[in-house]
């Protein structure tokens, strides 16, 4: 197969498709309209426009096929929404991603075991369910002084609302319970409310899930200066006087290696990722790959109760049947968990597996687990092992910690609670999911206040060792959060884009 034309030199290269290197190309492409672009993917292009969630797709031969070219290495790979999966203990990743191989858990710690990744246009966003709650309290990270203007930013780009599911006939049942079980003492901002989704509707009324192909709208798409070019490895971030000048590529396809020069470099993978491109770059700061932190994930499923039946059929295609919606626990400082109640089926993991599922009164509560960081939790990297794609080999150390497992045991507690304030569970005990679970992995390419050995990069996520050399994703996020971090990352990259914008017109 003959190589692909790639360009010699652009304005700014963007590793990684994902929502943050969409927001680069989205705001680049409004701020910078001239500057030349080129984004480079790994994976295949899996929907159309490129980027868009697959959940969208409403043929479920194309959309399961779709799940399958996501999964990189893993294609033929069984995935979590077979039957049993989530309990039978096998280590299985959600449909669209893909496991680590080995290197997941070393020996005496806890690890990683489902840590996920996939490898398509529109990276995660392709598949996620779309949250997008704001950080509170100790989330939020507070040497970004404009951070509410960000988060503005980031959800006209993800398209966010909170009523995607204001005709839901249950949804306003659920949350009246819920405030009832965990209100008292919250301020307004963190009492039970919907959960602001990236999601829109069609004239025909059908739900559309936004991916990267939203945050790209129509501004990047229609920039002749901008170019996506999928099944493209960036191998190499290249260096020259401690400033990044461009990559070294390599078609999937073809395995044609190519040099592409540049003013400035993203590096916009997920958070295990972009710490390995750098890597292999030769960029290694201290804390490279430190503070990695996930959040622990406690699962429960009720039967709401006192429900009138409804006369709706329920889709049997695998489409949302629009009846509970989705509502929001906020994180407290005090309650060091985030809550996500939401209609099963709108669930990527099946949580009531040996229950006839009535999608009209299943609901599955989820909360999400802060971590306790620690500089020794990180993504460490293998010089002489290769993984699938020829870069250096992940290795994971990671481990809870006893103020970890007192929440995650408060987290059961409540959780229990709050399920039997709205409806009858399914199961007495709440199950506790694998390490790794959520796919919210974060802090392995970290900003910082100062260069000062504990984070990655600055508060425009410029890296200190490497002028012109920005990282992107859930890694820069500083803080330990329980939140879904899609919109603070993508706010995080706004931030970074108005940089590059700004110096690309200063010449």
């Known amino acids: 197969m003959s190589a692909r034309a790639y360009p010699d030199a652009v304005d700014v290269v963007i590793v990684g498709s994902g929502p943050t290197g969409a927001a680069y190309a989205r705001i680049l492409s409004e701020e910078a309209p001239n500057a030349t672009i080129a984004m480079f993917e790994v994976g295949p292009t ?23 070219a996501s999964q990189g290495p893993s294609a033929a790979a069984e995935t979590v929404s077979n039957p049993g999966a989530v309990k039978s203990g096998r280590r299985l990743a959600r ?38 709650p704001r950080p509170g309290g100790s989330e939020r990270v507070p040497f970004v002084p404009d951070l509410d203007e960000l988060l503005d930013e980031a959800e006209r780009l993800l398209g966010v609302t909170t009523h995607a599911f204001d ?18 003492g919250r301020v307004d901002e963190t009492r039970v ?8 509707r069609r004239e025909d009324g059908r739900l559309v899930w936004s991916g990267s192909d939203v945050v790209l709208g129509e501004t990047t798409r229609a920039n002749e200066n901008f170019s996506l070019h999928d099944e493209s490895l960036v191998t190499r971030v290249l260096l020259e006087d401690g400033r990044a000048v461009g990559v070294d590529v390599r078609d999937v396809r073809s395995g044609a290696t190519h040099t592409v020069r540049a003013r400035f470099v993203v590096v916009a993978g997920d958070a295990l990722r972009t710490p390995q491109l750098l890597w292999a770059s ?36 695998g489409a949302l049947a629009e009846y509970s919606g989705v509502s929001w626990v906020p994180f407290t400082d005090d309650v ?20 006839p599922v009535q999608p009209g009164s299943i609901v599955g509560l989820g909360l999400f687990c802060a971590k306790d960081l620690r500089r020794e939790d990180r993504v460490a990297f293998d010089d002489v092992e290769r993984d699938a794609y020829g870069m250096p080999a992940i290795r994971l150390h ?6 970890d497992h007192a929440v995650m045991e408060r987290a059961r507690e409540e959780i229990v609670r709050m399920g039997a ?55 820069v996020i500083p803080t330990a959060t329980a939140c879904n971090p899609t919109l603070t990352s993508v706010a995080l990259a706004i931030r970074g884009a108005w940089k590059v914008a700004a110096e690309l017109a200063y010449g």
Not at 167 to 182: H, M, T, Y
Not at 193 to 200: E, K, N, T
Not at 398 to 403: I, Q
Request: proline share 8%.
């Open 46 to 68: 899996v929907s159309d426009p490129p980027g868009a969630h697959v959940k969208n797709i409403e043929d479920p031969a194309r959309r399961s096929a779709a799940q399958h």
């Open 95 to 132: 449909a669209g991603t893909f496991l680590l191989e080995d290197g997941y858990q070393q020996p005496g710690e806890d690890g990683l075991p489902v840590a996920a990744m996939s490898s398509n246009v529109g990276g995660m966003a392709a598949h996620w369910t779309a949250a997008c």
């Open 167 to 184: 005709g839901s006939p249950f949804g306003d049942l659920v949350r009246e319970r819920l405030a009832k079980a965990v209100d008292e």
């Open 193 to 200: 409310q919907r959960m602001p989704l990236a999601v829109h």
């Open 282 to 317: 030769g960029i290694r700061p201290e804390a490279l790959g430190r503070y990695l932190n996930d959040q622990a994930q406690i699962v429960f499923a009720v039967r709401l109760r006192d429900v009138p039946p409804l006369a709706a059929d329920v889709p049997a295609d």
């Open 336 to 355: 060091p968990f985030h809550g996500q109640v939401m209609q099963l089926d709108a669930s990527p993991v099946p949580l009531a597996l040996d229950d």
């Open 398 to 403: 990671y481990r809870l910690t006893e103020a």
């Open 421 to 475: 304030a709205i409806g009858d569970p399914l199961d007495s005990h709440p199950f506790t999911m694998p390490l790794g679970a959520s796919l919210h992995y974060q802090g392995t390419t970290r900003m910082g206040r100062s260069d000062d050995g504990e984070s990655v990069c600055d508060a425009d996520s410029q890296v200190w060792a490497a002028g012109g050399l920005f990282v992107a994703g859930n890694g």
